[in-house]
């Protein structure tokens, strides 16, 4: 049993030791709740694990360099190009004909040029046509398909446009679109953003009609509030860790569209990664020169399966579910 403690031991006054409290009514009905930052929690959850921080870290290494190593090496695929001992060298003979230097590490490609130098270099413009397109096609598509979803009279016409753009297969309007102008970084941004928002604007669509009736949506509604409105502040934050995965499976997928294109002689006339497996295709069956058509392979796979992982944990994070500890 506890003893009682003597409080006059502590020669203290009744003011010192007590003190009067007022009651307020306000004060009483405050809840007291720890704060809750909404994209906090997300990297907090994202971060929390390990694996997630070394493959976001290699994704930014490898983007950081794909833009600040051709920068600063100033890539010239010419260079060499009059120089006949200088073509299909494995990375040992290079290192020997041009000394030791780290853009010969995986030899010479078919113009004498480094194959390191032109992978990243063709990464760089991999990688600026992918966020691009992404960032055109994700906004579009996004945007519109809220209010589409929201407002019947858009749905009305909107449906019309895919079922007849959404039944015709997305390569086969990217391959025409590329075959019709001239093979540009641009052209290839328009061949894939042209209709390529469609099928998210519809997906979002889809979506927005399961969620647009819910009581809070329908209050709004009561209380005057826009449709755009509604669509912006009550609709689309809800779907965060949707737009999220959708993204991670959009962005690696321009890359793969580039790829392909490239590879069937449709792609852009810039040494992009697809570009750059086109033009080594020959080499896949020569021996000894193997590595100039597998080193771009590999890099494309890597920065593609990177950018989908990355993307699909931060969706998973982005889901309000797995913030409660």
């Not at 409105?229 to 580039?258: G, H, Q, R, W």
Request: glycine share 6%; proline share 4%.
């Amino acid at each position: 049993m506890n003893e009682k403690m003597d409080l006059s031991a502590l020669g203290l006054s009744d003011e010192e030791l007590f003190s009067h409290v007022d009651h307020s009514q306000t004060e009483s009905e405050k809840i007291t709740a720890p704060r809750y930052s909404y994209w906090k929690s997300v990297f907090r959850v994202f971060f929390r694990n390990k694996v997630n921080i070394v493959i976001l870290s290699l994704l930014i290494f490898m983007i950081l360099f794909a833009y600040i190593y051709p920068a600063v090496t100033h890539y010239d695929p010419f260079a060499n190009l009059r120089d006949a001992n200088a073509k299909h060298l494995s990375p040992a003979a290079a290192m020997e004909y041009f000394g030791p230097d780290l853009k010969w590490i995986l030899g010479a490609g078919a113009s004498g040029e480094p194959t390191f130098d032109a992978i990243w270099n063709g990464s760089r413009i991999s990688i600026s046509l992918a966020l691009l397109c992404g960032a055109i096609n994700m906004t579009i598509g996004v945007l519109l398909g809220a209010i589409w979803g929201f407002s019947k009279r858009v749905d009305a016409i909107m449906m019309e446009i895919y079922n007849i753009i959404g039944n015709v297969p997305l390569i086969l309007i990217i391959s025409v679109m590329a075959m019709l102008f001239a093979p540009t970084f641009w052209t290839m941004v328009f061949a894939l953003t042209v209709v390529g928002w469609i099928g998210i604007a519809f997906f979002i669509r889809t979506q927005v009609v399961i969620i647009r009736d819910r009581e809070y949506n329908l209050a709004s509604r009561c209380l005057g509030t826009s449709t755009v409105k509604i669509a912006m502040k009550n609709i689309l934050p809800f779907m965060t860790s949707v737009i999220v995965t959708m993204l991670a499976t959009e962005i690696p997928s321009y890359i793969s569209y580039e790829v392909f294109l490239s590879y069937i002689g449709l792609g852009m006339s810039d040494m992009s990664l697809g570009r750059l497996i086109y033009a080594a295709e020959p080499a896949m069956i020569t021996p000894g020169w193997q590595l100039e058509f597998w080193s771009p392979v590999a890099i494309a796979s890597i920065i593609t399966v990177v950018l989908y992982v990355v993307g699909q944990n931060l969706g998973d994070a982005s889901d309000p579910r797995t913030h409660m500890e």
